[in-house]
């Protein structure tokens, strides 16, 4: 869409939606004193001209102005207000509703009772406008909270994973996965140092990395690259590609700037001693036995670019016992991986982040997630065949989690 309609198109709609929400803002700070209604008007309609500014400001200004600070101050504020009004908006949408119908039925008493027709005067409740902004704020606090502690509140998940046929030279192998690190959008080095030193002290034999090490730039692992490259294990640290690591929702100045970055990337994981697997695979040999790490660049259904090769990277692979596939998308198992390939065991994959909120006591877990994919996250089976999703380590756009801690998955053999 072209840019010169879409951002004047945006900003309007965003204009309304805080027009409709003012009405509650000012109708409960009527009764207030002038110097706090006028706080409140310069206030709110600050804070929406700020927005707006930034809208205009992130489709037009060179990317250069968004340094990572700018980008997650601004992300945190429209993913609050979005979602704060939101909630505002289904309040004051049932009172409005109430509104028409009650003055509806005002007017026909009206007509019924006098020739003269004289409508009804039916206000905004001071009281219901109050208890509107009193639901806003429920999720601005929960999700301004899921930005200071759920963001970093790293958990480490213990499965036991059962294979078949897993010769006994492997059992008890232990394979830690961290998936989705998204180096650009972390704002907390400490915090994140902390979630690595938690995996380290987990003694895994091996380590599997399962694709978005940036959000867009091979760049913005810069400042992370000492914390991440302390990721070590016996047997190795293998790796994989997952979309965004391709700098497909960027502006490149031409294809040759983005075909570079994507060299970049790949020289990031080789110089922090992360195997990356281009469609390709290695193996684990034990006591004449072979597990085969098969790795394959993304490999997206719908919107997900589909850029790997599983044909490929699985060819050679015939003679191990036991198949293990890193694949960064897992809406690729069902479209492909449980088709075709039916001796791969397990697949390990991220994407999804279980949508950064969500519910998890226990064994029970709910999430938005679920409706878009349908392996969302932990482990699910189809025959004797398996694949994890992983919650992911960091997040994207909304710069915390509420209810889908980041994950550290440590899978014992058996």
């Known amino acids: 869409m072209n840019k010169l309609f ?8 965003i204009f309304a939606i805080d027009y409709y929400v003012w009405q509650a803002f000012r109708t409960a700070t009527q009764q207030s004193s002038a110097q706090i209604q006028v706080f409140t008007r310069y206030g709110y309609w600050g804070f929406t001209g700020l927005i707006i500014a930034g809208v205009w400001a992130y489709n037009f200004l060179p990317l250069s102005f968004w340094k990572n600070e700018i980008r997650i101050t601004f992300m945190a504020m429209v993913m609050i207000s979005v979602i704060t009004k939101l909630f505002i908006i289904i309040f004051l949408l049932i009172e409005d509703i109430t509104r028409i119908i009650r003055w509806s039925f005002q007017n026909v008493k009206m007509r019924i009772s006098s020739d003269e027709y004289a409508p009804g005067n039916i206000s905004r409740n001071e009281f219901l406008s109050k208890a509107a902004l ?45 998936s989705d690190i998204h ?41 992370y690259f000492e914390i991440f490259s302390k990721l070590k294990a016996p047997l190795g640290v293998f790796s994989t590609l997952g979309n965004h690591d391709y700098g497909d929702y960027v502006r490149w100045n031409s294809p040759a700037a983005k075909k ?67 694949s960064h998308d897992p809406t690729h198992w069902n479209a492909e991986v449980t088709k075709k390939f039916k001796d791969i065991d397990v697949a390990f994959a991220g994407h999804t982040h279980g949508t950064q909120f969500g519910v998890k006591i226990g064994n029970y877990k709910w999430s938005p997630a679920q409706y878009v994919y349908k392996q969302w996250a932990g482990l699910y089976q189809d025959g004797e065949q398996q694949i994890y999703v992983n919650r992911g380590y960091g997040y994207l756009g909304y710069p915390g989690r509420v209810g889908m801690p980041p994950e550290i998955t440590v899978f014992t053999l058996g």
Request: net charge neutral; glycine share 10%; hydrophobic share 45%.
């Open 6 to 13: 879409f951002v004047p198109f945006l900003s309007l709609i």
């Open 183 to 223: 180096t650009g959008s972390f704002f907390n080095k400490t915090a994140v140092k902390g979630g690595v030193e938690m995996m380290l002290r987990e003694k895994a034999d091996v380590i599997f990395f399962t694709g978005d090490l940036v959000n867009n730039e091979a760049k913005e692992v810069k400042d």
């Open 260 to 326: 570079q970055n994507l060299k970049d990337l790949m020289k990031a994981h080789e110089l922090m001693g992360y195997d990356l697997l281009m469609d390709e695979h290695r193996f684990i040999e034990e006591s004449g036995e072979k597990l085969a790490i098969i790795g394959v660049q993304n490999i997206g259904v719908g919107r997900f670019p589909w850029y790997g090769n599983l044909g490929k990277a699985y060819t050679g692979t015939e003679e191990a016992s036991t198949k293990l596939l890193l």
């Open 134 to 178: 009193a639901v806003g704020a429920v999720p601005a606090a929960t999700f301004a909270f899921g930005i200071i502690s759920g963001a970093h509140d790293y958990r480490v998940e213990k499965i036991s994973l059962k294979i078949p046929n897993l010769p006994k030279a492997f059992k008890g192998m232990r394979i830690a996965q961290v």
